[in-house]
């Protein structure tokens, strides 16, 4: 079983930045793809980012040369950098874990889940 746990969030303003963070506890947290969702009011949870144990990160196009994916396995916790903010990125940001090397997008692919951070980003 693996625990996970987002903090960073908050509100900022269109522009600006925020860090979350996702620390993994209960199991190794080698060989286990780590990933961003979000999921706003009324919609279903979308792909944000994801990486691998060893490196390699994914993408989604809305979030490309603004957002950063990065891990440190020592501490076991996954990061995601958000620069310039929009508001349509407001919504609840969730960590999600899944064994293996391939990076999934889909939420049904990942069996861990932390219980989210709210971001809200005003105009």
């Known amino acids: 079983q693996v625990q996970l746990v987002e903090s960073g969030g908050g509100s900022v303003q269109a522009g600006g930045s925020l860090r979350l963070s996702c620390v993994a506890s209960g199991r190794t947290f080698r060989n286990y793809v780590m990933a961003w969702f979000r999921q706003a009011p009324g919609k279903e949870r979308e792909f944000v980012a994801n990486?691998?144990?060893?490196?390699?990160?994914g993408y989604a196009d809305s979030v490309k040369g603004r957002f950063t994916i990065s891990r440190d396995n020592a501490k076991s916790t996954v990061y995601l950098q958000m620069n310039s903010l929009k508001p349509e990125d407001t919504a609840v940001y969730y960590c999600?874990?899944?064994?293996?090397?391939?990076?999934?997008?889909?939420?049904?692919?990942?069996?861990?889940w932390g219980q989210g951070t709210q971001v809200t980003v005003s105009s």
């Open positions: 990486i691998r144990w060893s490196g390699g990160e």
């Open positions: 999600g874990g899944r064994g293996g090397i391939v990076l999934m997008n889909t939420p049904n692919a990942y069996d861990y």
